[in-house]
């Protein structure tokens, strides 16, 4: 009777601290987890402080107000993830490949498209993705603080507007033309080196979005919101306007949509 009570106690204990138990769409197995790792080069961020949101009278309401956040040190990929990277956990997971959005065959048979960012993907499977590398999705502050450094830019290079930059944001689709290298342009990059934080693909962090939670949430590390229905999304892309390029700028999304605009990076 002992032994049993404690492979019943053992398997709810398992269940309840499970990281993925709540909002898993596939289960990976713990060994893809520990052994298969994402080489891409990533940059660490230093603990500090940085101004997050807008200021008064800019902006939209839901980056109001603009404050000080304090964020631990933590590494973020300089680079979006690529068709490359994430065929790579397809193939190794056993998944299907995400719709391929350049042409009628499979998106690994699709020439030209290995450096490009992945799209067409939910958030669910950017958690997936990262969780598989060892690592997770950025935190809303987290992204904001990698794309516009300490002191407030609004853009990742600085004040300048984004027309005076080589920035892909703006245009009607094109096929294969439309996205460019998630390798980006060094003009672009944000105060710490990050690549394609403006423009090209939009993407996903970890919060839950409310549009009301700067005005109560921590100085500190702040999490998101407990609970939602949308899912935040970060940068602008292909198709925003420039206003939605700047960092401070907050979209949105469940967290099944799937677009030819919203890709990913991880963190950790």
């Excluded at 909002?23 to 961020?45: K, N």
């Excluded at 109001?64 to 994430?86: A, F, G, H, L, M």
């Excluded at 590390?221 to 949308?230: A, S």
Aim: with cysteine; charged share 25%.
């Amino acid at each position: 009777m002992s032994m049993l009570f404690k492979i019943l106690t053992t398997t709810l204990m398992i269940y309840l601290v499970s990281p993925i138990s709540l909002f898993r769409a596939e289960a990976i197995p713990e060994s893809a987890i520990s052994t298969i790792r994402d080489s891409v080069e990533m940059r660490l961020i230093e603990s500090d402080d940085f101004l997050m949101g807008s200021k008064s009278g800019e902006g939209r309401t839901d980056e109001r107000p603009q404050r000080k956040v304090y964020v631990d040190k933590y590494s973020i990929d300089i680079y979006e993830v690529t068709n490359e990277r994430y065929l790579k956990f397809i193939h190794d997971t056993e998944r299907k490949e995400p719709p391929n959005s350049y042409g009628n065959t499979l998106l690994s048979e699709q020439p030209g498209i290995s450096q490009l960012p992945v799209v067409q993907v939910t958030w669910y499977d950017a958690v997936d993705y990262c969780r598989w590398t060892g690592k997770r999705l950025p935190t809303e502050a987290e992204w904001e603080k990698a794309a516009r450094g300490k002191d407030g830019y609004d853009f990742p290079w600085g004040f300048e507007p984004p027309s005076e930059k080589p920035v892909n944001f703006d245009k009607n689709w094109e096929g294969i033309k439309t996205l460019w290298s998630a390798k980006g342009n060094e003009e672009t990059t944000s105060p710490y080196g990050i690549i394609n934080m403006a423009g090209n693909v939009r993407e996903w962090v970890s919060d839950w979005y409310s549009p009301d939670y700067y005005q109560s949430a921590p100085s500190k590390n702040p999490p998101g919101p407990q609970i939602g229905i949308l899912k935040v999304i970060k940068g602008g892309s292909w198709h925003s306007f420039k206003s939605d390029l700047r960092p401070a700028s907050r979209g949105k999304g469940g967290f099944a949509l799937k677009t030819d605009g919203i890709g990913f990076r991880c963190a950790k």
